[in-house]
């Protein structure tokens, strides 16, 4: 890929992870950050989960600031990463399972949930399905708010096989078109390249999405749940619409940010990462 500009977070240093095993014998990746590495998990910890066709690194930025004061876990959803690729159940409600799952495998009672995109949609599925399991929610660029999404992006995506093509796929992800580097154009690749991927995002794809639109739509349950949340957007997202974040119930705290695109994790984590303390300190 020709693009040049920054190193994207997403590629920077190093990353070590553990594998979880879920009862139903799926294993999942993750990564464990913050005081205590090696003693059980401390009560109340921050989850992170990632969007569709992500992994644990697109919480890079965030995760290891946060990791200064608070035990923080980023993982791969099934299907992606170095996660099973069986989607059990699939779907969001599928993928809900699998985080509730992953909780009970590593010991956690109760987090703090924070999920990106397809991930807003799989902490929120999960904070309505078992409430007790959520201290508290951030949902950043989240699905299920709206019927509407630019469901093209999937196809683009795992359509593109070169580096030029991916590009072109990326690109209305960020505001920043910099960040669009080599770099991030090899991870994504490679992710994509490894066997049955693509097909099993597609089948992921098929189960949450219709053309143009998500088939899973929770915006009316919002007001069914007791725990703190914050929704946190990018005015300029050009994949889920930020309009959807308009007219919520009032409990819930919504966090525009202006200029921003999709990938608030990576362009904003400052932003996301302040937001968050916020929450957690609260709770």
Known sequence: MSLSGPVHPATAGGVLTQMAMLADGRAIR???????QGAPI??????????????????AACQVPLAARHTVLALDLPGHGGSSQDLGAGGVPGLAEAL????????????????HSLGGAVVLQAALSRPGRAASLT????????????TGFVGRLLAADDPQALAAALRPLYADPGLVTPELGELVLAALS?????????????????????RLVLR?????????????WGTDDAILPARQARGLPPAVAV???PGQGHMLPIEAAAGVNRLIEAMVAAG
Do not use: K, N
Request: aromatic letters at 6%; one cysteine or more.
């Open 30 to 36: 993750y990564r464990r950050m913050g005081p205590g």
């Open 139 to 150: 949902l950043v660029a989240p699905g299920s708010l709206g019927e509407e999404a630019d």
């Open 255 to 257: 966090h525009l940010f």
């Open 220 to 232: 009316d349950r919002l007001a069914e749940l007791s725990m703190p949340v914050q929704l946190l």
């Open 42 to 59: 401390v009560p109340t910890p921050i989850v992170m989960v990632h969007g569709f066709a992500g992994e644990l690194l697109t919480w």
């Open 194 to 214: 490894g066997p049955g991927v693509r097909a099993t995002l597609r089948r992921l794809a098929g189960q949450c999405f219709a053309p143009g639109r998500q």
């Open 100 to 115: 509730l799952a992953f909780l009970d495998a590593v010991g956690i009672g109760r987090a703090h949930l924070i999920g």
